[in-house]
């Protein structure tokens, strides 16, 4: 039989306990200064900080997710929030707008750029 130095994992006892366990891994200096470096400025140690990392490893991967449908979002309000809506937000922010409704005047404060929108929407007939 082979001479293994590695232990095999008691899995069981693992499930089994309540107070933490040390769990290492060797790096290079450069990874090593980067990380304390990282956690200084982070006001805590490198043992926190990394810890910190690996709970929150399944969040780190969304990131790139994330980012991918925030530049979706900020895409389809550009649409939106064009020069023209935005002037006319500044030209008319505060202020009543009269819109007609089934043939009734009615008004809105425009504070908003989706109060530009609904004046815009209501000024067309769509009955």
Known sequence: ??????????LQSLKDRTSQVVVGFKASPKLKLSLATESSE???NI???VKNI???RKFIKLVPLMSKEIDDL???ISVYETPDVKSILLKY?????????????????????EDVYFVIMKSFKTK
């Open 47 to 49: 043992g926190n900080y």
């Open 1 to 10: 039989m082979k001479n293994n130095k590695w232990k095999i994992l008691d």
């Open 93 to 113: 922010k505060g202020k009543p707008v009269d819109y007609y409704e089934n043939e009734i005047k009615n008004s809105k404060v425009i504070n908003t750029i």
């Open 42 to 44: 982070n006001g805590t």
């Open 54 to 56: 690996v709970e929150n």
């Open 74 to 76: 900020k895409q389809t």
